[in-house]
């Protein structure tokens, strides 16, 4: 059977940055189901599957043991019956460490994965069920959290969804994060029941889902940023958040916004004793400040952020490489804001802008409106060439317009034939060669030059 899964909800870094509340304080079990099955030996990248998630798994135990209030178990499965041509052992699922504190289980589990020999099937299902018949022990203050991690879809008659809903309904909070390793999206509607998708193609993209994972896992405050339109919908998206401690000014975290599958923006969590300054890397980028988040709930954050799109288009040449940029600037303020290229579409925030396109001459617009949802569309004409052949001697290029001589730029000495793109317009080069000693020998040329068109000067 092709397996091409892997489910998660484990979690890897900032796990010593979570903190309960001191005073009656809920206690975290996370029962980890661990797939031992033939599969995992396939090779991913730099290593078998078994060695990368065993790996991340044994670093998930070692943050997990430096918190207080969590307790640990695992369960594994396919690892106890090797499977054979046309067999399977749809009942090989086992509880191998009980619960206890993550300190006294942290060991005991690190030794069990390093010793696990994948050879089986997977009994998806019936691992989650008997998880949540056999594995929690009674507890009034405790919230209970199954982490599945396999390679693979079900692969005897069980029914994960029917399972997840009949322990969700005994009390067991089930949070599997469904990471897909060369997943096809359609197998996503078969798991949307159990957990959230989360697609992870490489090894480092894994390890990027496992670190927002671990907040998810286990703290229970949320959070929701509403990156809203002009129109106050949360459909802005696509965009990095940073984090920063308010009163540290420190990186806390980094995510990239993203709609979840509902067409929602996702859900992450933070550690809800601090206060956060937020950094939303738009065009310019937006500031928020002093974000207190309310322990335990479901926090929105909203940020007004409508955006338009920037098009800079040459007329007649569609090349992205055609080396002109553009500096764009918030209307009458002097700092470069960004440097976007010709031929190339930008998304900024609503406003007016001021723009400097680096042609020969320059082209100044002022005003600029980006308008919410809506595509600017800026063109310029398609430059000329001038190409100068000279002896060594000064030489400048004049650009002539209403009525003035405006200097452009001076051409080099050089022994070879010197080009220089410029718009269409109309043109002066003056030169004296070094051997002369009198104004006198100033040389004129007045040309004109249209698009594509390229004007050879010999001096």
């Not at 135990?61 to 041509?85: C, F, V, W």
């Not at 008659?157 to 005994?170: E, F, I, S, T």
């Not at 569609?318 to 998304?347: A, F, W, Y």
């Not at 004296?432 to 040389?443: E, F, G, K, L, V």
């Amino acid at each position: 059977m092709s397996k091409v899964l892997i489910f998660l909800s484990i979690a890897f870094f900032a796990l010593s940055n979570v903190v309960k509340a001191q005073d009656d304080a809920e206690k975290i079990r996370i029962l980890f189901i661990f797939d031992g099955s033939n599969s995992m030996n396939a090779q991913w990248q730099s290593s078998s599957k078994i060695k990368v998630a065993r790996e991340l798994m044994l670093q998930t135990i070692d943050s997990l043991q430096k918190i207080d209030n969590i307790e640990l178990a695992l369960r594994m499965y396919g690892h106890q019956t090797r499977i054979m041509p046309g067999q399977q052992d749809c009942s090989d699922t086992k509880l191998e460490v009980p619960f206890a504190s993550s300190k006294t289980n942290g060991l005991k589990i690190k030794d069990k994965l390093r010793s696990l020999d994948c050879k089986g099937t997977t009994p998806i299902a019936l691992s989650l069920e008997q998880a949540g018949n056999m594995d929690f022990p009674p507890c009034d203050n405790c919230r209970n959290v199954i982490i599945l991690i396999t390679d693979g879809i079900e692969a005897c008659d069980g029914d994960p969804c029917a399972v997840a809903r009949a322990l969700n309904k005994q009390g067991i909070k089930l949070k599997p994060f469904i990471i897909g390793v060369g997943l096809d999206t359609s197998y996503l509607g078969q798991f949307k029941c159990v957990g959230e998708f989360l697609s992870a193609d490489t090894e480092d993209s894994f390890k990027s889902v496992l670190s927002y994972v671990v907040s998810q896992a286990v703290n229970n405050t949320t959070v929701q940023v509403n990156l809203k339109d002009i129109k106050s919908r949360p459909l802005e998206t696509d965009v990095t958040m940073s984090f920063y401690i308010q009163n540290k000014n420190k990186l806390e975290a980094t995510y990239m916004h993203t709609m979840n599958i509902n067409r929602v923006p996702d859900t992450i969590a933070l550690n809800p004793l601090h206060k956060y300054k937020l950094v939303v890397h738009t065009t310019p980028e937006i500031i928020v400040e002093n974000i207190a988040l309310k322990p335990g709930t479901h926090n929105i954050i909203e940020v007004d952020a409508a955006q338009g799109f920037l098009d800079l288009r040459i007329q007649s040449n569609p090349d992205p490489s055609n080396g002109i940029q553009c500096i764009v600037r918030k209307k009458g303020e002097m700092q470069t804001l960004n440097i976007q290229q010709m031929n190339s579409n930008h998304k900024y925030l609503i406003g007016k802008y001021d723009l400097e396109i680096l042609t020969l001459p320059r082209t100044y617009m002022y005003n600029v409106n980006i308008k919410p949802g809506l595509n600017t569309k800026i063109v310029i004409p398609k430059s000329g060439y001038i190409t100068i052949k000279k002896r060594n001697g000064p030489c400048q290029i004049l650009h002539l317009t209403e009525g003035e001589e405006r200097w452009l730029c001076n051409v080099p000495d050089n022994y070879q034939a010197t080009t220089i793109k410029v718009l269409p317009g109309k043109y002066k080069v003056t030169y004296r060669s070094d051997n002369s000693i009198s104004t006198a020998n100033t040389i004129e040329r007045v040309f004109t030059i249209t698009p594509n068109h390229e004007e050879l000067i010999n001096l």
